[in-house]
């Protein structure tokens, strides 16, 4: 078991829905990153968050917006996604940023119909 | 821009086979070194990591993998497989010239045929 808790598992949308992605972790990590994985591809970096402050932005579409509610949180909120964007979205933590060692969640995958 | 090469796609093994899988990425200073594996429907793992120190390291499972500095890469091994070992293989790199970013290679997939 990873303790990197995502919610929901499976999500389906369509793209004019608006929904979130969820994300926790209580091992006082202080970086916590969103990485979308399409099938037998490595996982691409979207978003860091630092000390709860948005510290890299991959020149992710604005249809993808994060948001770190406290240290222990980390959301990815979605609007007007189109079927391209549909994935294996994963969040992790690291005690710091630029730390290296990553601990991954199970991921959220997404269909966007 | 930085990068991480995987040489193999696709390894199919029997069992016991030895399994060594290649690394190498692009010059760029001091790094940190990862493996990580996703079993099929699991999330990533890590399986071993160099920071510094001995070059070579052992991770989880019987993994190992070792440093060459000079050659820029960090193979994975394995003496003898297993049928449970199947899965996908990810090495990465955190490169300190780019803030410690991680940066994956493209994977590669080992097939343990019983």
């Known amino acids: 078991d990873t303790e990197v808790t995502q919610t929901p598992k499976h999500l389906v949308m369509g793209m004019t829905n608006k929904k979130s992605l969820k994300c926790e972790q209580h091992?006082?990590?202080?970086?916590m990153y969103w990485y979308k994985q399409k099938a037998k591809k490595p996982p691409e970096l979207m978003f860091v968050?630092?000390?709860?402050?948005?510290?890299i932005n991959e020149s992710v579409p604005s249809r993808f917006s994060p948001e770190c509610p406290n240290s222990s949180l980390l959301n990815l909120h979605l609007h007007a996604l189109q079927p391209e964007d549909s994935a294996l979205y994963l969040c992790?933590?690291?005690?710091?940023?630029?730390?290296?060692?990553?601990?991954f969640g199970e991921g959220s995958r997404l269909t966007v119909l | 821009a930085q990068s991480v090469s995987q040489h193999n796609h696709h390894v199919i093994l029997s069992e016991a086979a030895s399994l060594e899988l290649g690394c190498n990425y692009s010059?760029?200073?001091?790094?940190?070194l990862f493996w990580y594996v996703q079993y099929p429907g699991q999330h990533l793992q890590l399986l071993l990591k160099?920071?510094?120190?001995?070059?070579l390291v052992k991770g989880i499972k019987g993994f190992e993998a070792e440093f060459i500095k000079s050659k820029f890469s960090f193979n994975l091994r394995k003496p003898s497989v297993q049928w449970s070992d199947t899965a996908e293989y990810f090495c990465?790199?955190?490169?300190?010239?780019?803030?410690?970013?991680?940066?994956f290679g493209q994977g590669t997939e080992l097939s343990v045929k019983p």
């Open positions: 992790a933590s690291s005690q710091a940023e630029g730390n290296g060692e990553l601990f």
């Open positions: 091992m006082g990590h202080r970086a």
């Open positions: 010059y760029g200073g001091t790094v940190n």
């Open positions: 990465a790199v955190s490169f300190y010239n780019q803030g410690g970013k991680l940066i």
């Open positions: 968050y630092s000390y709860e402050k948005l510290s």
């Open positions: 160099y920071f510094s120190g001995d070059p």
